[in-house]
């Protein structure tokens, strides 16, 4: 029994010395609850008068210079690597100012006998790296081997708060990052010259795919030519002043080509086309079903010598219908789409699309999965600083500082 006791003591020996082994989601932000408050002592490691020394040190700070600083002293981080954790916790508090990242973590690991510094971009000019390791070395260290940490802890912010307060730094704490500037009348220049150029090799293309063309069908040309236009409209945004006036001449020659004469292949006498009213009659109920849609116009010649008509399909490629899978009728689209199963931030939902065709009324109805809702963790906020309670300012952590151990 005195065995099993014994071993009982052995194995709670670090549970009683070093508490919870804390990971970057447990760490307390306290910050979050009162923004006069950047020390986070869960252990109590510091003393109720040095937390309050430093809180009162590091929010003059702030109002100073914008800086924000961190604090955070812990027993046990487990077998993490103080840099790395680090970094990751000063990410996820998004310490210091958003469009500044003027930020400042210090983080104290008590079982590791380490403590590091994590900066931000915006002061890794005030404190650099090798500034950071002399303030750890000579102010902290010192203290901390012989457990005094709440003088240790206060030295060291003494000595960072004396360096970032000075004018020189203070005036470059508070200056915003400058935009970067672009010469506008340079690059409107090189545009101007890309569009023009681009507008005059895609016109000698465009140019040459007519006069090359091997038919004398006018359909036939007319559907060559026409798969110009998408693209010449897509490109139109882009380049709008030259595209465009090549989008209207295909357009006119188009519009050309669907009006130009044709000869009966019958009797050789010129055809006539029919106007939108008289077409009808010749066409299919399919085709009238796609004429009253939309989705595809149909030209109708007529030979009134000997009667002949022929039929010319011009399909709309900006339309909602597909060809029906049981009918083959341009007159197949999305009739509804709603929620079976509204999905939660625990599970996936499901939803439902039916498809109707206009024509023949055949409907299909496809299922679909729905997937979870994300819901964002409460602490990675990156809201800005400044308040009665709430997170920091959005800052990042540029990767610099320094280690040291005892």
């Not at 549970?15 to 408050?37: D, K, R, S």
């Not at 009162?56 to 800086?67: F, G, H, N, V």
């Not at 993490?80 to 508090?93: G, H, P, R, S, Y």
């Not at 672009?182 to 465009?206: C, P, T």
Request: charged residues 20%.
């Amino acid at each position: 029994m005195n065995h099993i006791l014994n071993l009982i003591f052995l194995l709670s020996v670090p549970i009683l010395l070093f508490g919870t082994n804390y990971t970057v989601e447990t760490i307390p932000n306290v910050h979050l609850q009162n923004a006069q408050t950047f020390v986070s002592n869960p252990d109590t490691i510091l003393s109720t008068s040095a937390e309050k020394q430093i809180n009162i040190l590091l929010d003059s700070l702030q109002a100073k210079t914008s800086a924000e600083v961190a604090v955070v002293a812990v027993n046990s981080i487990g077998d993490a690597d103080i840099k790395q954790f680090a970094t990751e916790l000063f990410n996820l508090w998004g310490i210091g100012k958003r469009e500044k990242d003027n930020g400042l973590l210090i983080l104290f690991v008590l079982n590791q006998r380490k403590i590091t510094f994590e900066t931000g971009y915006g002061i890794e000019g005030i404190l650099p790296d090798a500034i950071c390791k002399r303030i750890q070395m000579q102010y902290m260290l010192p203290e901390f081997k012989t457990g005094n940490y709440d003088k240790g802890m206060l030295q060291g912010i003494n000595a960072i708060y004396n360096r970032m307060a000075t004018p020189e730094s203070m005036d470059e704490l508070w200056t915003q990052k400058e935009p970067i500037q672009e010469d506008w009348g340079k690059a409107f220049g090189y545009y101007a010259i890309i569009a023009f150029l681009f507008s005059i090799v895609l016109l000698l293309m465009v140019r040459s795919s007519v006069k090359t063309s091997k038919t004398n069908d006018n359909y036939q040309q007319y559907k060559d030519l026409s798969g110009y236009k998408s693209i010449l409209l897509v490109l139109s945004f882009i380049f709008p002043v030259f595209i465009l006036f090549i989008y209207i001449w295909v357009s006119i020659r188009l519009k050309r080509l669907r009006d130009k004469p044709r000869k009966c292949d019958s009797c050789g006498t010129v055809m006539r086309k029919l106007s939108e009213e008289e077409d009808n009659r010749y066409l299919t109920p399919q085709e009238n079903t796609e004429e009253k849609l939309q989705s595809v116009d149909y030209d109708v010649w007529l030979c009134d010598q000997c009667g002949n008509t022929k039929i010319y399909p011009y399909e709309n490629r900006f339309t909602k219908y597909s060809k029906c899978p049981q009918c083959r009728t341009k007159a197949y689209s999305l009739s509804s789409d709603r929620i079976l199963i509204a999905p939660t931030s625990f599970s996936t939902g499901m939803g439902e699309k039916t498809y109707n065709c206009s024509h023949c009324h055949f409907q299909k109805k496809s299922r679909y999965v729905i997937p979870m809702i994300i819901v964002a963790s409460g602490n990675n906020r990156r809201g800005g600083g400044g308040f009665s309670g709430g997170s920091f300012g959005g800052g990042r952590s540029g990767g610099g500082g320094a280690t040291s151990g005892w």
